[in-house]
């Protein structure tokens, strides 16, 4: 498994709210291939090949200052996915 992507699966265990680490080299290249990278309370983007699976997950309904709950995007800036927060 390449070191990359065990750094990535070490930062996904280590972060209580998920995963928030790039995982694969996809990209994007409009803002439509971005997704939250976390099910609650996200505060970065992934490309959609690295969503998370949030079936089944219950979250909070407030919005929480520095996530995209209210008012965020996942934006495309230089092949990379990023959080627009409001």
Do not use: W
């Amino acid at each position: 498994m390449p070191s990359r992507l065990l750094l990535a699966m070490s930062v996904c265990v280590a972060l209580a709210g998920g995963c928030a680490a790039r995982t694969t080299d996809a990209g994007c290249r409009t803002d439509a291939d971005c997704v939250k990278a976390t099910c609650c309370h996200p505060t970065a983007c992934v490309p959609k090949a690295d969503a998370p699976t949030c079936d089944g997950m219950a979250c909070t309904l407030d919005c929480r200052p520095g996530t995209l709950d209210c008012g965020g995007a996942c934006v495309c800036t230089d092949g990379h996915c990023d959080a627009r927060l409001p």
